[in-house]
T-cell receptor, first 115, second 113 residues
Framework: EPEVTQTPSHQVTQMGQEVILRCVPI?????FYWYRQILGQKVEFLVSFYNNEISEKSEIFDDQFSVERPDGSNFTLKIRSTKLEDSAMYFC?????????????FGNGTRLTVT | GNSVTQMEGPVTLSEEAFLTINCTYTATGYPSLFWYVQYPGEGLQLLLKATKADDKGSNKGFEATYRKETTSFHLEKGSVQVSDSAVYFCALSLSGGYQKVTFGTGTKLQVIP
């Protein structure tokens, strides 16, 4: 069964550094998402992306965050200047279409640790 | 705003025990409700869903019924197995959006032989 793949599985970075988290969504999917989970807290929506532009974003997704689909397969999340509170598990997801009959398919996540 | 509250874990059960994980929600409008599962080292997977009141979602022996009157979507399984050990997330989304899903905090289930 096709999978969403994320790399790396664990990223350690120093505060203030830029970090790029990478995702390869399922090939025929059209909608892409990033979620994150701070340890012990809820999984939170960050952003959705369709047709090469952001469809919706949460209040968490400020100017320090950006997303890009640089080619036909990758979907990236960039954090320009990481803060300690950015430490979390980041999940990429994709879906084929909109609506309740098209569930999200999640990757295994990237654990980001900011020191 | 929209929110999901689920029982805190971890929940530890013996094999073949009955499982209930409670979930309640608050939403504006008429949400769809989901249970996602995360097995160790893996991503979130959709376990089951219900899109309207009184619907029952079921999969792999798990069931949950959409109760509008109590705003609940409790997860149940009659006889758990060691392989069910995972973290279970209750979630909702509102129709018409880009599947912006609101998750609960997750409940870790450990089943011991």
């Amino acid at each position: 069964e096709p999978e969403v793949t994320q790399t790396p599985s664990h990223q350690v970075t120093q505060m203030g550094q830029e970090v790029i988290l990478r995702c390869v969504p399922i090939s025929n999917h059209l909608y892409f998402y990033w979620y994150r989970q701070i340890l012990g807290q809820k999984v939170e929506f960050l952003v959705s992306f369709y047709n090469n532009e952001i469809s919706e974003k949460s209040e968490i997704f400020d100017d320090q965050f950006s997303v890009e689909r640089p080619d036909g397969s990758n979907f990236t999340l960039k954090i320009r200047s990481t803060k300690l509170e950015d430490s979390a598990m980041y999940f990429c997801a994709s879906s084929e279409i909109l609506g309740d009959n098209s569930p999200l398919h999640f990757g295994n996540g990237t654990r980001l640790t900011v020191t | 705003g929209n929110s999901v509250t689920q029982m805190e874990g971890p929940v530890t059960l013996s094999e073949e025990a009955f499982l209930t994980i409670n979930c309640t929600y608050t939403a504006t409008g008429y949400p769809s409700l989901f249970w996602y599962v995360q097995y160790p080292g893996e991503g979130l997977q959709l376990l089951l869903k219900a899109t309207k009141a009184d619907d029952k979602g079921s999969n792999k022996g798990f069931e949950a019924t959409y109760r509008k009157e109590t705003t609940s979507f409790h997860l149940e399984k009659g006889s758990v197995q060691v392989s069910d050990s995972a973290v279970y997330f209750c979630a909702l989304s509102l129709s018409g959006g880009y599947q912006k899903v609101t998750f609960g905090t997750g409940t870790k289930l450990q089943v011991i032989p």
